[in-house]
């Protein structure tokens, strides 16, 4: 079980078929990933962004600074040592991160683990193209 004890605890970011270990401050280990130490975002607006992670914070910052959604945190473990101390915890969804500075702080509730977006609602995929004959189009256009 996960421990709501802790110093800094690590998270693990999936990006395409890797994994970003990320604590306080950024990185936790060094790595030759394309993100470094930047998480996948949605802001308010419905953009998509990359943001700079810079640690953990509680659910009471959310009420004085923007949220984002954070997303591909796959894993959590107390304590900021990659191997050792706790047990990873699997988790699941998009969680709520506090935008500050040009930085994004994951939010941990009250048992140390992430909180859940519930407001979040994926994209709707856009419908298919229609499907143009070029030749008809050159008969058209002469």
Not at 25 to 32: D, I, P, V
Request: proline share 4%; net charge neutral.
């Amino acid at each position: 079980m996960f421990s709501p004890v802790f110093d800094m605890p690590v998270v693990k970011f999936k990006f395409n078929y890797g994994h970003t270990y990320l604590t306080s401050g950024g990185l936790a280990a060094k790595t030759n990933c394309i993100t470094a130490d930047s998480v996948a975002c949605t802001m308010v607006d419905g953009t998509s962004q990359s943001l700079k992670f810079r640690g953990f914070t509680s659910i009471f910052r959310t009420r004085q600074f923007e949220c984002v959604t954070v997303h591909n945190i796959i894993a959590i473990k107390s304590g900021n040592a990659l191997f050792g101390g706790g047990n990873w915890v699997d988790v699941k969804g998009d969680f709520i991160g506090v935008y500050i500075d040009g930085y994004v702080y994951l939010v941990l509730g009250d048992r140390g683990l992430p909180v859940v977006d519930e407001s979040y609602e994926k994209p709707k995929e856009k419908p298919l193209g229609q499907v143009v004959s070029l030749e008809e189009f050159r008969k058209l256009s002469y």
